[in-house]
């Protein structure tokens, strides 16, 4: 069984920075895509960024392009979102997702993490 945690979430000034963390444990398949994917308050989950197996492909909301960075450390099982520029819109509950299904870029993930708070101040 694949578990899946968030870390880095918290409460930052506009303009600010945050690095999410999510660390998977368990199997995953051998062509594990992972991702980020927020759910601002009352609003409809956003997929946010994605990253193949081996960090060559990398796949960006408009929102968040220019601002976030995806990357992955697959020794450590984790991948990482670096946000930077940070607008009280980007406030949400980020979740991190792996082993993506279907096409790219991926909008269906077979596991879920619980999710970590990030909340932007203006």
């Known amino acids: 069984q694949v578990q899946l945690v968030e870390s880095g979430g918290g409460l930052v000034q506009a303009g600010g920075s945050l690095r999410l963390s999510c660390a998977a444990s368990?199997?995953?398949?051998?062509?594990?895509?992972m991702g980020w994917i927020r759910q601002p308050p009352g609003k409809e989950r956003e997929f946010v960024a994605s990253?193949?197996?081996?960090?060559?492909?990398?796949w960006y909301a408009d929102s968040v392009k220019g601002r976030f960075t995806i990357s992955r450390d697959n020794a450590k099982n984790t991948v990482y979102l670096e946000m930077d520029s940070l607008k009280p819109e980007d406030t949400a509950v980020y979740y991190c997702?792996?082993?993506?299904?279907?096409?790219?870029?991926?909008?269906?993930?077979?596991?879920w993490g619980q999710g970590t708070q990030v909340t932007v101040s203006s």
């Open positions: 368990g199997h995953t398949s051998t062509s594990n895509t």
């Open positions: 997702g792996a082993d993506a299904l279907g096409l790219w870029p991926p909008q269906k993930y077979a596991h």
């Open positions: 990253i193949n197996w081996s960090g060559e492909r990398k």
